[in-house]
């Protein structure tokens, strides 16, 4: 077959032309030289990849000529260093493969010994594929908005400066900050103004950046720096009090001028954290702190003050996942008539928390509250109890707490309307029981929500009462259907006169009011007593029963005979319970 194929090329070209011809036309640069560097022959791919004229090429003589002639300056490599190492490579029976850089070409070099006389390199231009991957891997561990390295790299770089750290015993701080109300941009002005914000944050923080410091961007508007420079805590305390003062001046957003604040917390290695999550944690906890203090201030890790507000966030940040994670549960509390005949519950609040078992909501609705979770708290506990209470074959009424801030919502009677007729639950068997607080604040538009709720036929109570400073006024403006006396005053019947006499004054203004009146935390058969004697209405508190989960008091809700106190789980005393 060769012998057929070089009788046919005779013709027109030698064996040699054509391979000669076919190598030319190769995608890939080949060039042959001898070893000690003389060229014998370079294809055209190999002249174009190196921009070695056709012309001239005749007139360089050596590997030498090419990489030293100024065509070829830009190698990053020293040209001789390699060839020599190309050399000694081969002398040593190894195949030679690398990488070079030339200008702006990264070049892959495949080279081989040929009877060992001549050396046959083969290269190729990888520019294109290098710089992808390499782009790849930077955007692996940078931030491609800021191009600050992300939360991946800044791990590995302060883990890798603790363990440095051990050794030479160097100091140096973490610094966590955010923008102050950033959320507030985004809902104002769109999050392309937020963008903007964050990559001027960026620009002006690598501007301050010392040559031992590193920032990044963990997400979000969260920033962390690593101040490693000399005299510490000295030198992170003036970086942050320069990035405040840097970010005074105002960020042009399409022609508007927005002026934005930080609150920074400061963690010190090793006596604020000896591992990077502890380190990371406390000058969080550090900028919890700036925050609440007011924000737009910095503050250095405090070990008692800021441990406690770091559990507090901790607890805020498992919060928001109780809903998803079924961990909230509402227990129920009995309400009665003083003479002890059950008309309905309280729904209280209970979380049970995967590693801190059952919380009380005084612990953690301030929480929901701060966050603005208790909007989608509120809505769940809504739903559950009217849910609950349409299932009973008793028609007990249910009273559910609102906070104000469930109503500075515009959707809360929206809300209870569509809970109302999802459940099938009679309004007149819902209490919503609001503190002077939804009061204070907006009194003209808590008064239109009060009449909106009051318009489905909800009830509605005040809640805590003698606990502000103007509910008179707030009882002669809007017409609740019960006040409910707090359990301070109960607490202190019988013992103190002034609580004696606040309780009969109260019970005496619903009276003539003709609203009736709930005393909470009644404990003692003697409290029970004194309200009976000064005419209250209607008790809550441990002596009717405590509150618990709605199967214990299966009893009430679906009964049709009398309760006595010993059924009850948590009662004292013999007075009736319940009586149909």
Not at 33 to 38: P, V
Not at 473 to 502: C, G, H, M, V, W
Request: proline share 3%.
């Amino acid at each position: 077959m060769t012998a057929n194929l070089g009788d046919n090329l005779s013709d027109k070209m030698t064996m040699l032309e054509a391979l000669e011809l076919a190598m030319d036309n190769m995608p890939v640069a080949v060039a042959v030289f001898t070893f000690e560097g003389q060229f014998v022959y370079a294809n055209r791919c190999f002249r174009l990849l190196h921009d070695i004229d056709d012309n001239s090429f005749s007139g360089l003589e050596t590997f030498a000529d090419i990489i030293e002639s100024e065509r070829v300056q830009d190698w990053k490599q020293d040209p001789k260093t390699f060839f020599d190492h190309m050399q000694s490579e081969l002398k040593a029976g190894r195949t030679v493969q690398a990488q070079i850089e030339i200008g702006e070409k990264i070049v892959a070099v495949h080279d081989i010994l040929l009877g060992g006389r001549y050396i046959l390199t083969t290269q190729q231009d990888v520019t294109a594929r290098v710089q992808a991957e390499r782009r790849v891997s930077y955007l692996a561990h940078h931030d491609p908005l800021t191009d600050l390295p992300n939360r991946t790299h800044f791990s590995a770089r302060l883990e890798n400066l603790i363990e440095e750290s051990k050794v030479t015993r160097r100091h140096f701080g973490v610094m966590c900050f955010d923008i102050d109300r950033f959320k507030d941009i985004n809902d104002i002005f769109g999050h392309g103004a937020g963008d903007i914000v964050l990559t001027e944050l960026a620009l002006r923080l690598k501007r301050l950046l010392g040559p031992q410091d590193a920032a990044a961007r963990l997400g979000g508007d969260e920033f962390t720096v690593i101040s490693a420079g000399e005299s510490q805590p000295e030198t992170i305390t003036r970086l942050a009090e320069n990035l405040m003062q840097a970010m005074e001046e105002e960020i042009d957003v399409d022609g508007r001028s927005l002026s934005v604040g930080l609150s920074i917390g400061i963690a010190m290695f090793p006596q604020d954290g000896k591992d990077a999550a502890t380190l990371l944690a406390n000058a969080d906890a550090a900028l919890y702190r700036a925050k609440s203090e007011g924000r737009g201030r910095f503050c250095a890790f405090n070990a008692g003050t800021d441990r406690r507000m770091h559990d507090r966030r901790v607890l805020q940040q498992d919060l928001r996942h109780a809903i998803s994670r079924h961990e909230l549960a509402l227990h129920y509390q009995p309400q009665a008539s003083v003479s002890g005949e059950i008309f309905g519950f309280e729904a209280l609040l209970r979380w049970h928390h995967p590693i801190r078992g059952l919380i009380a909501p005084d612990q953690f609705v301030p929480l929901a509250e701060e966050s603005g979770l208790i909007i989608d708290i509120g809505r769940w506990v809504l739903r559950e109890a009217c849910r609950e209470a349409a299932s009973w074959p008793n028609r007990l009424r249910i009273a559910i707490n609102v906070s104000p801030i469930q109503f500075r919502h515009e959707n809360l009677v929206h809300d209870v309307h569509t809970v109302l007729l999802q459940t099938g639950l009679s309004p007149d068997r819902l209490e919503l029981e609001v503190t002077e607080g939804v009061l204070v604040q907006d009194f003209a538009r808590a008064l239109q929500i009060l009449r909106g709720l009051k318009s489905l036929g909800v009830q509605i109570a005040m809640d805590d009462f003698g606990t502000g400073y103007s509910s008179l006024s707030y009882l002669q403006a809007f017409p609740f259907d019960t006040i409910k006396i707090d359990r301070s005053f109960t607490a202190k019947l019988n013992a103190d006169p002034s609580a004696n006499e606040i309780v009969r004054a109260v019970i005496g203004l619903g009276r003539g009011l003709n609203i009736p009146i709930v005393a909470e935390g009644v404990e003692t058969e003697e409290q029970r007593a004194f309200l009976q004697d000064a005419q209250c209405q209607n008790i809550q508190g441990y002596l009717i029963g405590r509150a618990e989960p709605i199967a214990e008091y299966s009893q009430l809700t679906g009964a049709a005979h009398v309760v006595s106190a010993d059924q009850l789980p948590g009662s004292a005393g013999t007075i009736t319970r319940f009586n149909r």
